[in-house]
């Protein structure tokens, strides 16, 4: 029996996601189909609308066969490590036969063809990536006109047109293909790879196409409307199992929204009021002058927004700025991060299985290169973000960002610590 891979957040599921997992299905014609997803913050640096369970309950009632859940420490990293730990993570259930992900394009040749290039860098791509990067630009940005400015020097690239390269590199879902396809070209993986074109509107979008829209429009109906008319609104635009889900959660008040975030910066800011610019150097990424903007900044802004707002800059995304306070919410520094890469990954949490599929399980913990968790409590006693043992630290990380998400929940009822320690695993018929 051959086994389909999916690499998702699910923030919330939705019919496009309904459409993707029909799809794969299809294309590939296996029996099984695994999804590795976020857990309850996005790689954008947000924390989900739907804390991981709900969102794998929404996942296993609309077709998928086995959840697991992408660590926390790869989770809130670039689209290139985010993607390159997703498909490794894949890779080490020697279960996986295949990835479907959907892109703007649905051309695989065009996003293979990019993926070699900027896998193999020739050196008058580099020279431009590093001249834009002097200029101030951000690195996705300076990377796509590097790629723009030497394409022909790529054969397989050289074969399209610059205009319709340009259009590729500048979608959300494309880039991340991208990634995907890097990491299996340096892996040299066996797993075959397969693309869908997006269906319905883009992601950023906040309009509805028939019944299409992005997780975008849902989340914001949500920060923007009572709920009851929010949970009317979205009701056509997902699958039913996937909306009574979605229902229940909300009326428990154990959802998400945006407002609720800004404690997070807020106490970014009091942390960083504390430091001094060479501690924040510690953190990836946070160097070059950027630690005393962070510094600066954290000194003369009290509001999230503002704060927000006055980081972002032509060289600096405000993904990138929001993963970066997580980093430093969490103390989650360099040495850390490059600790749990190290031979990564330690570990494959489960979060949930389809019943009548637990032989997925058996097979998974039967084969799997890396020791596959279903209970956390099985593995460590307590939460130790010191840990020097790496499976110990980025399980650590996993719990400790459940707690936070807790503490986000529109009802404070459901704020308690350490539900990873008691959450049964997810059975969904």
């Keep these: 029996m051959k086994t389909t891979a999916l690499i998702v957040e699910y923030n919330p599921f939705h019919n496009g996601h309904q459409y993707h997992l029909q799809k794969s299905r299809e294309i590939t014609g296996n029996d099984d189909l695994i999804v590795i997803m976020s857990g309850n913050f996005t790689q954008r640096g947000d924390a989900a609308i739907l804390d991981k369970w709900a969102r794998t309950k929404q996942a296993l009632s609309c077709g998928a066969d086995l959840v697991l859940e992408l660590p926390f420490i790869y989770d809130i990293r670039s689209a290139e490590y985010f993607a390159h730990y997703s498909v ?38 580099k020279k431009s990536l590093q001249n834009y990067l002097k200029n101030g630009l951000d690195f996705p940005t300076a990377r796509a006109k590097a790629l723009l400015n030497t394409y022909q020097d790529f054969n397989d690239l050289a074969k399209f047109n610059a205009k319709k390269i340009e259009k590729v590199l500048a979608a959300p879902n494309n880039i991340l293909a991208i990634e995907y396809l890097k990491s299996l070209f340096k892996l040299d993986s066996k797993i075959k790879a397969y693309t869908i074109k997006r269906m319905g509107t883009n992601y950023h979008s906040q309009e509805i196409n028939k019944n299409y829209a992005s997780a975008s429009l849902i989340r914001n109906l949500f920060n923007n409307r009572n709920q009851k008319e929010a949970l009317q609104a979205v009701k056509k635009l997902m699958p039913e199992p996937a909306w009574s889900i979605l229902k229940k959660e909300v009326e428990l008040g154990r959802y998400v929204k945006n407002s609720s975030q800004k404690q997070i910066i ?3 800011i009091d942390q960083i009021r504390r430091l001094q ?21 954290a000194a003369a802004e009290f509001k999230a927004e503002s704060f927000l707002e006055a980081l972002k800059a032509k060289n600096l995304t405000e993904s990138r700025i929001k993963r970066k306070i997580l980093q430093l919410y969490f103390s989650l520094d360099t040495a850390k991060i490059e600790l749990v890469e190290n031979n990564a990954p330690h570990y494959l949490r489960v979060l949930g299985v389809k019943k009548g599929k637990e032989y997925l399980l058996s097979k998974l913990q039967a084969e799997a290169e890396a020791e596959v968790i279903i209970n956390p409590a099985e593995k460590i006693n307590e939460i130790n973000i010191q840990a020097e043992a790496a499976l110990e630290l980025s399980l650590s990380y ?12 529109e009802n404070q009822k459901h704020s308690q610590s350490h539900r990873d320690f008691h959450q049964r695993l997810i059975k969904i018929y």
């Design 266 to 268: 807020v106490k970014t």
């Design 277 to 297: 610019a060479e501690d924040l150097t510690k953190y990836n990424g946070i160097n070059n002058g950027l630690e005393n903007r962070f510094i600066n900044t």
């Design 398 to 409: 996993d719990l400790l960002a459940s707690d936070l998400y807790a503490l986000l929940y």
């Design 88 to 125: 490794l993570s894949l890779e080490k259930t020697n279960l996986v036969d295949s990835i479907v992900f959907g892109s703007e394009a649905g051309d695989l040749e065009l996003l293979s063809a990019a993926a070699e290039a900027l896998t193999k860098e020739s050196p008058a791509f």
